[in-house]
């Protein structure tokens, strides 16, 4: 909450006090109210269905430490809970005290004053397992000095692989893989979306909307071509060649809607397709195609170079936060930070994943491979850490969502302009961005 929120709280209770008749001191909360049984306070909790049984088991270690507290679940999907916050308010009692965010989500939530500042580095330093808090998701929740959530698990793209239409293809799966040397069928990318064309992006070294030591917003597409690097013009080059080979043969590849169906039928055992890059939550979908996973493998996406330079997404992931509401009152600030500290403890990283999908931040790749998860769910975790660890920071700053629908109308309006060379299709695009740029 912003410091003139908790100023004027202050000054509420300082004129409420004055105003008392007996001249009593009143009793504070800037500690929380422990006794003999621990904290004493009720709190909610948002809670997806097939995380509940690993939240209930959480939070019933902590009532064993403080049995007076009341944990409650507010059973509801993480993003509609948060349409539920966007469409009402912080007090509505149907937003949980705490709950699950996107980390793309912080700053908005921030501006909204939605979210109640947290002891992160204390809390880190209780859970353990973080090398340097402040350089990885933590750092990205630090919002003006203040940390807003705690990394709950990381996230990037990676590739996945159907051997089988590798091998009918002769693709190579045991050296880096380089993207122009494929068949423009090989790996399907949709990279009309950001999500996915920031990975062509990032291997180029072009920023789409980035923030100097100044604060001020720049964007490098709204550079001449010519101004462009070598690294910059070979990468972006080769996805104007990628778009006109799919042009050229009439494939949905570049029909933001058309695309996905096509995508999951090539990628079909028997199809034209060896790699996909996606995200590790289309695991289940990708290895049902994938001959129910008899087929499939799972790479990082940095295995794959574009004009010799490796595919890299972003360091994503998800935080949880507590309410702004509870600022005022240490006992309920302290559960959450309690039942935080229980859920995202990483004595039971394991158990997280099987519930969640969710790999911890500060759990080496090491403990994975040694426990009882399936082949596939270590082959997703391996590539998703090297994935991670070889990713830029994700812009989480608000004016990125412009980004979205710039890229995207942009890229798209190939099919109907149909540029004839790289540099024709890159002035579509510093049109496009040069335009946004002035909205800021």
């Known amino acids: ?22 001249g009593t001191e009143e009793p504070t909360n800037e500690e929380p109210t422990t006794t003999e049984e621990g904290i004493k306070a009720t709190i909610s909790v948002q809670v997806e269905s097939t995380w509940k049984p690993y939240y209930e088991a959480a ?20 993003f509609d809970h948060l349409d539920v916050l966007d469409a009402t308010d912080v007090t509505n009692p149907d937003v949980a ?88 069928q090989d790996m399907l990318v949709p990279a009309f979306d950001a999500w996915f064309g920031v ?35 070979a990468v972006f080059t080769a996805l104007y060649d990628y778009w006109k080979q799919h042009n050229e043969n009439g494939t949905p590849l570049w029909d933001a809607d058309a695309a996905w169906g096509y995508m999951d039928t090539e990628f079909t055992t028997g199809g ?26 799972i790479i990082p996406i940095n ?47 394991i158990d997280f994943f099987k519930a969640t999908g969710k790999i911890m931040e500060n759990v080496k790749v090491e403990e994975y491979m040694n426990s009882d998860l399936s082949d596939v769910d270590k082959k997703v975790i391996s590539a998703v850490i090297e994935s991670y660890n070889n990713a830029p920071a994700r812009p989480l700053f608000t004016e990125w969502g412009s980004v979205w629908d710039t890229w995207k109308n942009g890229i798209l309006s190939w099919s109907s302009t149909k540029p004839a060379s790289a540099e024709e299709a890159y002035s579509v695009m510093q049109a496009a961005f040069k335009s946004m740029m002035n909205n800021f």
């Open 97 to 184: 005290d705490v709950f699950a965010i996107p980390a793309d989500r912080i700053y908005g939530l921030s501006q909204n004053e939605a979210l109640a500042a947290l002891d992160a580095k204390t809390m880190a330093e209780n859970i353990g397992g973080f090398e340097n808090f402040d350089e990885g998701l933590g750092g990205n929740f630090n919002i003006d000095g203040e940390y807003l959530a705690f990394p709950m698990n990381i996230e990037t793209l990676i590739n996945f692989v159907n051997t089988k239409n590798a091998e009918t293809l002769g693709v190579d799966l045991t050296k880096d893989i380089e993207f122009t040397e494929l068949e423009y």
């Open 199 to 233: 990975s062509f992006t990032n291997a180029a070294g072009l920023e789409l909307l980035g923030k100097d030591d100044s604060g001020n917003l720049y964007s490098d597409m709204t550079k001449d071509f010519s101004e462009l690097n070598d690294q910059q013009k």
């Open 272 to 297: 034209n397709t060896a790699i996909r890059l996606e995200g590790p939550w289309s695991t289940a979908s990708l290895s049902a195609l994938a001959g129910n996973g008899a087929d499939l493998d």
């Open 303 to 349: 295995k794959v170079t574009v004009a010799g330079y490796p595919l890299a997404h972003w360091k994503g992931g998800w935080g949880m936060v507590i309410n702004s509401r509870n600022e005022g009152d240490a006992n309920k600030m302290a559960l959450g930070q309690a039942f935080i500290e229980e859920v995202l403890n990483p004595e039971y990283a």
């Open 59 to 78: 939070a019933q270690r902590v009532i064993e430490k403080n049995p007076e507290a009341v944990i409650e679940f507010i059973e509801i999907p993480s």
């Open 1 to 22: 909450m912003k410091k003139r929120i908790l100023l004027a709280l202050l000054l509420v209770v300082a004129l409420s006090i004055t105003a008392c008749s007996s």
